[in-house]
């Protein structure tokens, strides 16, 4: 099974800060990497798929990058509705793999 | 636009069986090529896949779970259901029922907002 490895686990910043979180797989996935933004009590929401996509409706202002085995998401300046758990997933084998979550608060 | 909505138990008995249902709409799940998926998430915890069906009617489930999981399909209802059997204390979660994007590299698209199932006596 592929483990998948986020850093940090939470974080905290500013409005306006530039926030980079960090994915890592257990093995090369190739671009089989995708990202979910969850606020509490709902759903998980796609915000990126194919490590650099970026999904429908979802601001520029997010952006993904990597292959292989590492990948970043980067949010470029930070607003309050940002406030949320991040999960990067693998859909290069099954079983389907998530990270633990990074969980970002606005200071 | 497709939705899903998760029904079922909030309450089942450790060794029982815990049975959810996915009603679709917005689309037949019967057609086009998608995967339609169940995952869920214990509280506070991260995100845990537990497997799939296709419209093609094949199966691929969790190795973790395989045992006592089965992913089934009404089509006539525009439904699919899981089923966990033997439950117990680890299994208690809000459990969600997906659909991928039918592109590559798959992704879970479209959500439902989650069923919380607490497994206790």
């Known amino acids: 099974d592929i483990q998948m490895t986020q850093s940090p686990s939470s974080l905290s910043a500013s409005v306006g800060d530039r926030v980079t979180i960090t994915c890592r797989a257990s093995?090369?996935?190739?671009?089989?990497l995708n990202w979910y933004q969850q606020k509490p009590g709902s759903a998980p929401k796609p915000l990126m798929h194919?490590?650099?996509s970026l999904q429908s409706g979802v601001p520029s202002r997010f952006s993904g990058s990597g292959s292989g085995a590492d990948f970043t998401l980067t949010i470029s300046s930070l607003q309050p509705e940002d406030s949320a758990t991040y999960f990067c997933?693998?859909?290069?084998?099954?079983?389907?793999?998530f990270g633990q979550g990074t969980k970002l608060e606005i200071k | 636009q497709v939705q899903l909505q998760e029904s079922g138990p909030g309450l089942v008995k450790p060794s029982q069986t815990l049975s959810l249902t996915c009603t679709v709409s917005?689309?037949?799940?019967?057609?086009?090529?998608?995967?339609w998926s169940w995952i869920r998430q214990p509280a506070g915890k991260g995100l845990e896949w537990i497997g799939r069906?296709?419209?093609?009617?094949?199966?691929n489930y969790n190795p973790s779970l395989k045992s006592r999981v089965t992913i089934s399909v009404d089509t006539s209802k525009n439904q699919f259901s899981l089923m966990l059997n033997s439950v117990t204390a680890a299994d208690t979660a809000v459990y969600f029922c997906?659909?991928?994007?039918?592109?590559?590299?798959?992704?879970?698209?479209?959500w439902g907002q989650g069923t919380l199932v607490t497994v206790s006596s």
């Open positions: 917005g689309g037949s799940i019967s057609s086009g090529s998608y995967y």
């Open positions: 997906a659909r991928g994007s039918g592109s590559y590299p798959e992704y879970f698209q479209h």
């Open positions: 194919a490590a650099s």
């Open positions: 093995q090369s996935i190739s671009n089989y």
């Open positions: 069906f296709y419209t093609s009617g094949s199966t």
């Open positions: 997933q693998q859909s290069y084998s099954m079983p389907f793999s």
